[in-house]
């Protein structure tokens, strides 16, 4: 059996989750690394019985016999590496966001299609138990019509630091950082409609940094469901974990972390279902990631187009943009 090889990109916190589910598969090898710092590279590829470090993507661009990259960079780094590669035959899966905006995520979109290339985009709660127990009971119309949504993607009493705080180098705060889980996740629990207006109230309020730390967007799709979306690191309190979710219908509601079901019992009252779901070691677990890789490696092997990819992708970006640019303009944007 031909081993299919992968190069990661990036050796950073995130790296080791996708390395970790990769290793699970025995007809993947990986066979390279790439950090901006060979020392990082060499020590990561030491953990994982990787043969290759580097500290330039140069080698793997050039390698004929790498079949695809897994790319965990600083946010400005997701497109130019992406269509370097993409250009080059490889396929691509790109840690969230995609790109920096929605511009660079149409580049990348237009060169994988020229090259006939794959590109897989990681918002990985699509790949998690609770996640799709509350999609299959919304899908299974338990809930009537869905009209609210709220969501969240909030660090409480914490922030990071480094590149993520760097406009130039992440693109956006903690609306780039952690809105987007909040916002992939309603969109997939509503069965991926389109968005057609945004507004948005952005700030800095924790740190000196050229980044948003706090957010309240509102999405209006084109099922005419109206999503709140919250962003934020540092705050003093969050109302749900990373991707926590509430969902409001007109025959009961839904909640993602904790995971229960609230419907409708008579006129009066009201029955709570908790499903039994398999125990988390952590809240964001090893077994999304694997999920996800597998995923990947699977549509490598039959040339399926991945979801979420770059249609998902995009269509976060084009929220985030539009986000930012109703709290500039203090408007309502319509897409």
Known sequence: MKKINIALIGAGYISDYHARGLLTMPQVALVAVVSKHLGNAEKFASKYGIKNAYSSITPVVEDPTIDAVIISTPN???APYAIEFLKNGKDVFLEKPMAMNAGEGEQI?????EKDQLVMVGHMWRFDTDTQFIKDSIDAGKLGKVFKTKGYGIHENWGPTGWFTQKKLAGGGALADMGVHAIDTIRYLLGDPKPVQVYAKIA?????YDVDDSGIIVITWDNGTESIIESGWWHPHMDGPEASSGVFGTE????LFPT??????GEESSEEIVPTLPKRDEHCDQIIYTRQMQYFIDCIKTRKHPIPGLNEGQVVLRIVDAAYESAKKQTVINL
């Open 76 to 78: 400005s780094f997701h």
């Open 109 to 113: 979109a237009q060169v994988a299609e």
């Open 204 to 208: 800095t309020n924790f740190g000196d």
């Open 252 to 255: 009961g509601y839904a909640s």
């Open 260 to 265: 229960f079901l609230k419907l409708k019992k």
